[in-house]
RNA sequence: GCGCCCGUAGCUCAGCAGGAUAGAGCAUCGGUUUCCUAAACCGGGGGUCGCAGGUUCGAGACCUGCCGGGCGCACCA
């Protein structure tokens, strides 16, 4: 929509000054050309301040500047005014009409572009309790951005992590042998007749206490996590067993919120298939990973971190030893005396595979065929589907969607490519990191918690290993029954199978919305009161818009037998007085549109800043500014045709556009609500 | 101690790659339904953009320092 335009007149800009003043093209002022928005239409669409950068360099006015560009740029292709300003703008009227009929004609999506390939890895919750909304709202970010790449045309593949030999699972293993004296076969008993998740949810906060009471029991973790790591015993089959069944228990979650996969990998088969003994001789030839003989890691492979350079490098103070010589380097453990592997060695591995640069591949085989008849695969040690698995990996481009808290562990996998001359997969490996969830002390209050002890504090830390957290399957039922309320009362001839689908699809927009909508470096007190509203900036409000857009169609059809294709296609002939007259209608009809065209913008920007928040918040806004214009000017009550057209034209834009950015957002429209 | 993040209205947050008059939601006060769904709309009140310097034609945004808060610096992930 808008893009294309601004890349034209950017480009058109550069080259008028390039040529009028001198300039070669790569200079950086031309290179990236800004191009704003103006406050309001009467001044343009489209604002360069390009002349204020020139001022001093040409040593001329901006004014001056601004006006022998205009003067130079001949006419530019679907711009029917440009303007300079007063004060040193260039601004630029589009052709309304023309721009208009043409983005309606555009096709859903810009067309798939062969080549590189983007990995998202997201979700990657430990297979050992339920998920949570700190959970949620990565997979909500990593679902989204792999929607938003999408959009703009990239290939993606969206991985699920799955950390099977982990201490989490072990946890939990342990948790059934030893607490409650149950074997495989009573384990799977329970995974039958209950909902396994909350059950391992509630294990895994004893266990934790077990620990508590006695030291000496992390010697029984220990040993579990060796006998899960090498396999073939019974603690590693209940492990598997836990692992398998808690993740299909988080896939339903998911699958609730239209969050789907393209692949889980577990950590398992990394160990299985000597993903990890392959990196780690890789890691060890280069002299990145030692063997410490030393301190307290002795008998450890570690690796060493690497400090930022400081920046008084340059200017050292003479005479005064530096800190950072007599600091000991710091160094991460890759391998434990004990023999088995951390987290951050197998994500090593994990990660050059993910680039192609392992020389080696999993096995795949079928895990589930989805509700949207799409398959999942997941990653097998075991004989794989020989032939019929997509070519997993080898990837171009990586982003790992992990919260906050674990940059530093993110930084030495990166640094680990790096180490192994892979300095280009580096700089290609994206940490897409957020912000925690915690929760405001009246929620937590409100599940039962205790908050006292932590009553200073701003906010409650969600606690898997505590069991202190919302469980994402709670939160969506209550949103689901607090929507269904809603529906009823004000759609009260719907059935109740009607009505529980439609308050689904409130409560799904309602958390996703929610969980996108702050900046992701801000961490989300959560307040259930909030999440629950579906009033104001939240994801029914967004729906509540694009409903009422799609009713004035339904309406249109029924009264005039016309659709959209209709009203496009009487474009043409209509006179266009209504959108170019240059009143204060006119404003407001393009205004709306003119938004409207901005999606492949902000979803652009969302990308390179790796900040949906700004999806959300262009969302809402226009979701706002149609509301504003549905209440002002009436459409299927308007008496003069073509002004009719023209207003059913611009909320045709609206709920296009509204459906499109909803859609990225995981989210759907119910037919009423 | 070191590193990263945050600080804008009573509360929760936007403010894009410096640009035109600092915005929104909630809360609060007042108004709008014989009219396309009131989950909506219109209006009022509410701001030393943490503080101090600096860069710039122009700073909420960029730089430096300070203050306040959070997170990380595990043989957990």
């Known amino acids: 929509m808008i893009l294309p335009v601004q890349q034209l007149v950017r480009s058109r800009m550069a080259e008028a000054v390039s ?59 679907g711009i029917s005014r440009i303007e300079a300003t007063p004060n040193g703008y260039l601004n630029f009227f589009l052709d309304r009409p023309h721009h208009l009929a043409a983005w309606l004609a555009e096709p859903d999506r810009v067309p798939p572009a062969s080549g590189d390939k983007a990995i998202v890895e ?153 993903f990890w003994s392959h990196a780690f001789e890789f890691l060890k030839s280069t002299g990145a990973v030692f063997l410490q003989t030393d301190g307290k890691l002795k008998g450890c492979w570690v690796m060493r971190i690497e400090e930022d350079a400081p920046a008084a490098k340059d200017d050292p103070t003479p005479g005064e030893p530096t800190d950072a010589a007599e600091e000991e380097p710091r160094e991460k453990v890759i391998v434990r005396s004990d023999g088995t592997v951390t987290y951050v060695g197998k994500d090593m591995a994990y990660q050059l595979w993910k680039f192609g640069l392992l020389g080696r591949d999993f096995n795949y085989r079928l895990f589930t065929e989805e509700d949207d008849g799409n398959p999942l695969w997941s990653t097998t040690s075991g004989p794989g589907a020989e032939g019929d698995a997509p070519a997993f990996g080898r990837a171009s481009w990586v982003c790992n969607v992990i919260d906050t808290r674990q940059s530093y562990l993110q930084k030495l996998v990166k640094q680990a490519l790096a180490a192994l001359g892979y300095h280009e997969q580096a700089g290609r490996s994206i940490h897409y990191s957020y912000e925690m969830v915690a929760l405001s002390h009246s929620t937590a209050r409100e599940l039962g918690y205790d908050t006292g002890g932590e009553a200073d504090r701003p ?85 509540y818009a694009v409903v009422r857009a799609n009713n004035i169609f339904n309406k249109l059809r029924d009264r005039a037998g016309l659709d959209e294709a209709g009203v496009v296609a009487l474009l043409q002939s209509t006179p266009s007085d209504v959108l170019v007259s240059g009143n204060e209608e006119s404003h407001d009809l393009w205004g709306l549109v003119l938004e409207a065209a901005r999606l492949d913008e902000v979803v652009d920007q969302a990308v390179r800043t790796l900040e949906l928040s700004v999806l959300a918040k262009y969302a809402f806004g226009l979701a706002q500014a149609f509301n504003g214009f549905y209440h002002r000017y009436p459409i299927l009550n308007e008496e003069r045709a073509d002004v009719r057209v023209w207003r059913a034209a611009a909320v045709a834009m609206c709920r296009n556009q509204l459906t499109r950015a909803l859609q990225l957002m995981g989210c759907t429209v119910p037919a009423r609500m």
Not at 467 to 472: F, I, S, W
Not at 519 to 529: E, H, P, Y
Request: proline letters at 4%; hydrophobic letters at 40%; aromatic letters at 8%.
């Open 19 to 77: 040529r009028l003043y001198d300039i070669p093209a790569d200079d950086p002022v031309l290179a990236s050309v800004a191009v704003d928005i103006p406050p309001r239409r009467a001044l343009g669409d489209l604002a360069v301040p390009l002349a204020f950068e020139l001022a001093r360099r040409l040593r001329k006015a901006p004014r001056v500047i601004a006006q022998e560009v205009a003067g130079a740029l001949g006419s530019i292709d």
């Open 459 to 543: 906010f409650v830390e969600v606690s898997g290993r505590k069991g202190l957290g919302v469980k994402a399957d709670d939160l969506i039922d209550r949103l689901t029954e607090k929507a269904a309320r809603e529906v009823g009362k004000r759609n009260p001839e719907l059935g109740p199978d009607e009505t529980r689908r439609t308050a689904e699809t409130i409560a799904i927009a309602a958390l996703r919305y929610f969980m996108v909508k702050f900046s992701r470096g801000k961490v989300i007190v959560f307040d259930i009161d909030e999440a629950l509203s579906f009033e104001g900036e939240s994801g029914p409000y967004l729906q």
């Open 122 to 274: 997201h979700t990657a919750i430990n297979p050992n309790k339920a998920a949570h909304i700190g959970h949620l709202r990565n997979a909500a970010l990593g679902d989204a951005f792999g929607r938003l790449l999408r959009y703009l045309g990239r290939d993606v593949e969206v991985q699920n992590y799955i950390d099977d030999t982990g201490v989490q699972v072990a946890d939990v293993a342990v948790g059934f042998r030893e607490i409650e004296g149950k074997d495989l076969s009573a384990v799977r008993h329970i995974a039958d007749t209950t909902r396994f998740d909350y059950y391992c949810w509630d294990l895994y906060a004893r266990v934790t206490d077990w620990y508590e009471q006695d030291k000496e029991r992390l010697k029984i973790r220990s040993a579990a996590l060796h006998e899960i790591e090498h396999g073939g015993n019974p603690t590693a089959e209940l492990a598997a067993f836990i692992a398998d069944r808690v993740v299909r228990r988080h896939l339903e979650t998911m699958a609730r919120l239209n969050i789907r996969y393209d692949l889980l990998t577990w950590e398992g088969d990394i160990l299985r298939l000597h």
